[in-house]
């Protein structure tokens, strides 16, 4: 599997891919709060507001993009800054053959050796795929938020996730 795959640092080249990947959840739902489709100019002002230690990844397989990561700041707090937020999508024709995995591995080794000790995961409520995939990379449950997110006419809850670097 890994001969066919690169896992990259995003360029402005990859923002639009990124953008129609990030859509295909915003439009099915179940996934993300996010409710206005993404550009690509969308996407570079998120990274034009990173700080030195969050990052935007993009995963190739045979040269198309077909997946991203992010690494954010958990918090502006000073106090937070061991603590950041990760997430992964695929594109759906991709999901279930390991890709998300090699992607979100890679992700978690860059949130270590960039000196973070605890990644939080946001993942809404019922989406079980997500949930069970995470806990099979160390990510445990802390606490479900009740009716946090309202989309698409419903409220939505929103489980939080932690993996600690011991």
Request: aromatic share 12%.
């Amino acid at each position: 599997m890994k001969e066919n795959l690169k896992i990259a640092i995003a360029t402005p080249a990859d923002y639009l891919a990124v953008a129609n990947i990030y859509n295909e959840y915003i439009i099915n739902g179940g996934a993300t709060m996010d409710e206005v489709i993404k550009s690509e100019k969308d996407i570079a002002g998120w990274v034009e507001k990173f700080n030195d230690r969050e990052r935007l990844f993009v995963l190739k397989k045979n040269s198309q993009i077909i997946g991203w990561g992010i690494i954010k700041k958990y918090s502006d707090r000073s106090g937070y800054r061991t603590t950041c937020e990760t997430a992964i999508y695929l594109t759906a024709s991709e999901k279930g053959n390991g890709y998300g995995t090699f992607l979100k591995k890679y992700v978690m080794q860059v949130c270590k050796d960039l000196g973070y000790r605890h990644l939080v995961a946001k993942i809404l409520g019922g989406n079980e795929a997500s949930i069970v995939y995470n806990q099979k990379l160390g990510y445990t449950i802390v606490g479900t938020q009740k009716e946090v997110g309202f989309r698409d006419g419903q409220w939505y809850d929103v489980v939080i996730m932690q993996y600690l670097f011991r």
